[in-house]
């Protein structure tokens, strides 16, 4: 899953891409309004933890806004130091989803993250499920039945990724976007090596279960049942 952080403070912005990046996540930071409202006119970002005090021509309620009316549906988190009710209305109001009062602590952020990107998708609890396989994106764990699988964290995130998708071909050009940062440097063949990787944890010990990590030559991957 990635992120993009717009926020001005060098300080929280790092130490808020370093907390989201301990959890798995690939993070992105910009430091003004207009820089970030060119990013996030990009659908590959899952989420958006936005600051509500920023420099550059807008601050952070009136970017929320200009991005919901530009149909940008990318789940927002605003941040902000000011707690009263009416700040917190403005910035619900002006399209974001949650709001987050600093200072924060890192798990709570992250709870919100993730409470956030689990809406779309079925998701029971902390849990996302296809066939015999869940993983917990409360505890980081995975299973397939009864049986815990250890993950590397890309692993992890490469999974949760692709359980997100159930059923649908997902290119290597999307596993980039979404599973590391555009720092990264990461070539199709890296994505064949995790897919790899993964396929070797969560179905070639399980030859009794089905294979649930299809290859589609020519397209992608498939997580998905028959
Ligand atoms: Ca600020």
């Not at 996540?25 to 996030?40: C, I, M, P, S």
Request: glycine share 8%; aromatic share 8%; charged share 25%.
């Amino acid at each position: 899953m990635r992120i993009l952080v717009i926020e001005d403070e060098p300080k929280i912005a790092q130490a808020v891409k370093r907390g989201l990046e301990l959890k798995g996540f690939a993070v992105d930071v910009v430091y003004d309004a207009d820089t970030g409202l060119a990013y996030a006119s990009d659908p590959d970002y899952d989420a958006i933890v936005l600051d509500r005090m920023l420099p550059g021509s807008m601050d952070g309620v009136k970017l929320c806004q200009k991005l919901r009316s530009d149909d940008i549906s990318t789940p927002i988190i605003m941040l902000t130091a000011r707690g009263t009710i009416g700040d917190r209305v403005e910035g619900l109001n002006s399209g974001a989803d949650d709001y987050l009062v600093k200072p924060f602590s890192f798990d709570e952020l992250t709870a919100r993250v993730r409470a956030l990107l689990r809406r779309p998708p079925v998701q029971v609890g902390t849990s996302l499920k296809l066939a015999d396989l869940t993983l917990d994106t409360g505890s980081y764990e995975v299973r397939r039945g009864e049986q815990p699988i250890k993950l590397s964290h890309k692993e992890f995130t490469l999974l949760e990724y692709l359980m997100h998708h159930p059923g649908q071909v997902i290119t290597k050009d999307m596993i980039i976007s979404h599973v590391w940062d555009q720092d990264a440097d990461i070539l199709p063949n890296t994505i064949e090596v995790y897919i790899g990787y993964l396929r070797n944890k969560i179905d070639r010990p399980f030859p009794k279960s089905e294979a649930l990590l299809q290859t589609v030559r020519g397209f992608g991957y498939k997580l998905s049942t028959g």
